[in-house]
């Protein structure tokens, strides 16, 4: 682990230019947690590296574009980013349509933390850069608060399809795991970031490696930057399939449209679910379904030799509890007539569960099945309004859209415009404000005070 200090000004910059992104790094209070934020950033960038991080955009600017903005020759100025893009501390984001390319800063999540572990071998260091990740994110909560600790978060859990009571009338293509992946126009598979950071610290499980899904224009870009290998749709519904069967969680890019990723998670290992369970955050948009008890069966006819079956379905063996990712289920003794001793039943935490499903594939008696309920949170309907959201949720709208005086091309202006709209009345108030702050700061910063 790197020497206790202060940050460098070459990452003090960048640190204070993520910040004005949707999501930051914050200072850890802990030092030893400080020591590895300061590692991760040492890792990853050079002092020259991180001078020129510092004044990337936060949202996709075209080569021409930023090198003008830079005063640097567009030649040399995608040279110096091309290494940096390799790392995925810059993403390129290729447009389908005219083939041309755009940069921006890599936020930490969903960015450099998981490009950083997502091959087994490259430039960077793994079992260091996995002790230094470990040291930041589970020393201390400042960076959990940041990243998971707000209304609008990264991942949504999709629900087992096949746990679904047969009552629910119908399941949304967008909630579906199989649709999400299914309707994918590219797939991508990738080593788990958070496995393979647990294997370098000698606490990886035993759920499969090679099933981070890439979808749409995420797989376009893991494929060709070699953070993975591209795959064909039956694959990828194959892999889901047996991730499924693993008894693993579906997360999935926090958007109803052209979501980017569908992550298989373990409850020991991802980052996402410990924030639930270890921090005690709403890190992960539940899915809009809760277990439900079923009626218990008539009795089944006696067997021959022996006793019938019994009236309810529920054995209280706490195979549901075992299983639940996020610690919310707990069994709760149950009296009931005519019996002096308890039996044991899984007592639901709404509040914490994410509606996953994986407790009722884990009940061997068919006692549990996914229904309609649970916390209600809003899913954006595209990535623009997720990215809206977040900053709004940040004090950080004005900087998202006006990039340190790069003004708004005509594409994004229209999209961001119609992810505001969207927003409910106090969120689109809010948003109004940010916005209007950002004009008044600006007039007074140029023009001085009238008064």
């Not at 960077?124 to 470990?134: C, N, V």
């Not at 992946?181 to 499969?208: I, Q, T």
């Not at 890190?283 to 067997?303: C, D, E, I, K």
Request: proline fraction near 7%; charged fraction near 25%.
């Amino acid at each position: 682990m790197g020497h206790l200090g202060r940050l460098k000004e070459e990452y003090r910059d960048l640190v204070a230019r993520l910040e004005r992104g949707t999501m930051g790094l914050p200072e850890a209070e802990d030092e030893r947690s400080e020591a590895g934020r300061r590692e991760v950033l040492e890792i990853l960038y050079s002092p020259e590296e991180a001078a020129l991080a510092a004044r990337l955009p936060v949202r996709p600017v075209s080569l021409e574009g930023l090198a003008a903005r830079l005063a640097i020759p567009a030649a040399e100025l995608e040279a110096r980013l091309e290494p940096m893009c390799e790392r995925g501390v810059v993403l390129d984001l290729v447009n389908p349509r005219s083939g041309k390319r755009s940069y921006m800063l890599a936020p930490p999540v969903v960015g450099f933390f998981e490009y950083s572990l997502m091959r087994a071998q490259d430039s960077i260091p793994k079992k260091r850069m996995a002790e230094a990740l470990h040291a930041y994110t589970h020393g201390d909560p400042a960076f959990a608060r940041e990243a998971f600790g707000k209304d609008t978060v990264i991942g949504r859990a999709l629900v087992h399809e096949p746990e679904v009571a047969d009552d629910v009338p119908e399941v949304l293509a967008w909630e579906k795991a199989s649709a999400v992946v299914g309707s994918a126009r590219r797939w991508a598979v990738s080593l788990c970031f958070c496995r393979h950071k647990a294997e370098h610290l000698g606490a990886r499980c035993d759920a499969p490696m090679d099933n981070c899904l890439s979808i749409n224009g995420g797989a376009e870009f893991i494929a060709r930057r070699g953070f993975g290998r591209e795959i064909g749709k039956t694959e990828a519904l194959e892999l889901l399939a047996r991730a499924r069967e693993s008894g693993l969680v579906q997360i999935a890019d926090n958007v109803k449209s052209r979501p980017t990723f569908v992550c298989n998670c373990c409850g020991c290992c991802c980052e996402q679910l410990q924030a639930v369970s270890h921090w005690g955050l709403p890190a992960v948009n539940p899915s809009g379904f809760v277990p439900r008890h079923l009626t218990p069966q008539p009795p089944s006819p006696p067997l021959e030799g022996g006793e019938g079956g019994s009236p309810t379905r529920c054995a209280g063996c706490s195979r549901c509890a075992r299983a639940c990712p996020v610690g919310a289920i707990a069994m709760a003794p149950v009296l009931s007539a005519g019996s002096r001793k308890a039996s044991l039943a899984p007592r639901i935490d709404e509040e914490r569960c994410i509606g996953c499903g994986v407790c009722a594939g884990a009940c061997h008696k068919g006692a549990l099945a996914m229904a309609r309920g649970g916390r209600a949170r809003p899913v954006p309907s595209s990535t623009v309004e997720r990215v809206i959201r977040m900053a709004l949720e940040r004090n950080q709208l004005a900087e998202l859209l006006f990039d340190e005086g790069a003004g708004l091309g005509a594409r994004f202006l229209h999209a961001a415009v119609g992810a505001i709209v969207k927003l409910p009345p106090a969120q689109a108030l809010l948003a109004t404000e940010q916005v209007r702050s950002r004009f008044v700061k600006a007039a007074l910063a140029r023009f001085g005070s009238l008064g």
